[in-house]
């Protein structure tokens, strides 16, 4: 898959040689309506012997047009695994665009012939409610008066799920109330994150139940507080475990929020690893306990449903 990191203006030399088709969007979670735009345009680049291009963006492009909270400014899917989802997908190359208020401010006239133009497309794809820049008439039902007939203008309509359209913004929302379920249905595979392992309190092995620490990058949306079945892939393999996201509220008033996850069944020393960690089902929120023997007898009770989960579950370590 090749990757074209572009600025608009783009430079004179700038462009893709063979015949494309195009699916465009920001793609923050890579979805099932993601997923939908894309197998479209998988399907017309197929019939009509062209590569299958996505045109998509660096950052967030609300960048642009408000100040995020740092809460806003995460992601779903931070850009390299974005990439390596499209990859997988069977994406030939990506135009990823410096999103920019240059970029956002190009009408849609020059969008169409100083832009999309230089990379040959025969069909653009987008969904239903697309918009690539900031004026009033930049989507999707106004682009074909700017393109003629020099290229296909293709509408995916809305994906839904229980009457609802699947969106970035549904995910993020169940996220954040702990409907992981829910949202590895929409995605239509697991919810993943990437983190390295660093040291924490060492309290874990006192417990008995030693905690893998994960450090996220801070752009990473997280599932809420509470505690998760997972598996963590390193190495080229895969392990089961049970997850706590949380402030260790039973130790400390007022602790940093962690990411800790016990890795069932295994014991060596992982400090440093990258790991990539799928996040499965929710069992339940934090407790402040009174004591740790408490949190101990807990964790049982929890490490017992994690391993009932595998066993409903046998094939989540493939
Ligand atoms: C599956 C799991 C569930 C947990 N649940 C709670 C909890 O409900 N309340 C809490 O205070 N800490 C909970 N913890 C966090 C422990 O307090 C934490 O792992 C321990 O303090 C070790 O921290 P350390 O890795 O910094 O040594 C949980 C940890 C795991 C792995
Ligand atoms: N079953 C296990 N699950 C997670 N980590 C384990 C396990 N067994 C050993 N470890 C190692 O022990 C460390 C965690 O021990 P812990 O006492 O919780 O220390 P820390 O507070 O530094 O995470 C991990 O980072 C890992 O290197």
């Known amino acids: 898959m090749k990757i074209l990191r572009l600025h608009y203006p783009l430079a004179a030399d700038t462009g893709y040689p063979e015949k494309t088709v195009i699916a465009m969007g920001f793609f923050d979670g890579f979805h099932k309506g993601h997923q939908a ?22 950052h967030h492009p609300a960048l642009v047009y408000k100040k995020m909270t740092s809460h806003e400014k995460r992601y779903l899917t931070l850009l390299d695994y974005k990439l390596a989802l499209f990859k997988k997908f069977g994406v030939d190359v990506v135009l990823l665009v410096n999103y920019s208020y240059l970029f956002q401010s190009q009408t849609p006239s020059d969008f169409v012939k100083k832009f999309l133009s230089r990379f040959n497309p025969v069909a653009v794809v987008a969904g239903f409610d697309h918009t690539y820049g900031g004026a009033s008439d930049d989507n999707m039902a106004n682009l074909p008066k700017y393109v003629g007939d020099t290229f296909d203008v293709i509408t995916v309509p809305a994906q839904k799920s229980n009457d609802q359209k699947i969106s970035s913004t549904k995910i993020r929302q169940e996220l954040d109330n702990g409907n992981i379920e829910t949202v590895n249905k929409l995605l239509g595979r697991p919810f993943q994150t990437k983190g390295v392992i660093v040291h924490g309190e060492e309290r874990g092995r006192l417990l008995g139940y030693p905690t893998a620490n994960v450090e996220h990058s801070e752009y990473q949306w997280l599932p ?38 016990n890795l069932i069944d295994f014991k060596q020393n992982i400090y440093g690893e990258v790991v990539r960690v799928n996040w499965l089902a929710h069992v339940r929120g934090e407790i402040k306990f009174q004591t740790a023997d408490e949190l101990i007898e807990q964790l049982d009770r929890d490490e017992q449903l994690t391993r009932n989960y595998l066993s409903v579950h046998p094939d989540i370590l493939d």
């Open 37 to 58: 735009v894309l197998q479209r345009a998988k399907d017309e680049a197929a019939q009509r012997g062209a590569k299958l291009a996505v045109l998509t963006y660096d």
């Open 224 to 261: 809420t507080i509470g505690v998760y079945v997972v598996t963590v892939a390193f190495g080229g393999k895969k392990y089961l475990g049970m997850a706590s996201i949380g402030k260790n509220v039973t130790f400390s008033e007022d602790g940093p929020m962690t990411v800790e996850i």
